[in-house]
């Protein structure tokens, strides 16, 4: 928890000085989040990299589902992942 603290306050500070987060920023708030488990912070982050009309990659997309299954909310895990290519974020091929 102290750490999505944290990093939300330098998010904040960023912003305060006029520095807007870019993917690879909203990318490592949600990474920051699912790992200590707040899925909810996790997709409100999400909320704002949309509002703030930063494109997700796959990567925020793997990072938000990983969030949500380890949270054992896998009906919002499979949704997400539904809507990946409506945000312009393709589904890694088969291997």
């Known amino acids: 928890a102290g750490q999505v603290r944290r990093a ?23 990474g920051v989040c699912g790992r200590a488990g707040d899925w909810l912070r996790a ?11 930063v494109p997700p990659s796959v990567v925020t997309f793997n990072s938000l589902i990983a969030a949500c299954g380890n949270a054992r909310r896998l009906g919002t895990a499979l949704d997400l992942y539904h809507i ?10 088969p291997p």
């Open 8 to 30: 939300m306050e330098v998010m904040a500070e960023m912003r305060k000085y006029g520095l807007e987060p870019n993917t690879i920023t909203f990318n490592a708030m949600i």
């Open 43 to 53: 997709l409100d982050v999400y909320d704002d990299m949309v509002a703030s009309k």
């Open 84 to 93: 990946m290519p409506l945000r312009g974020a393709r589904h890694n091929p």
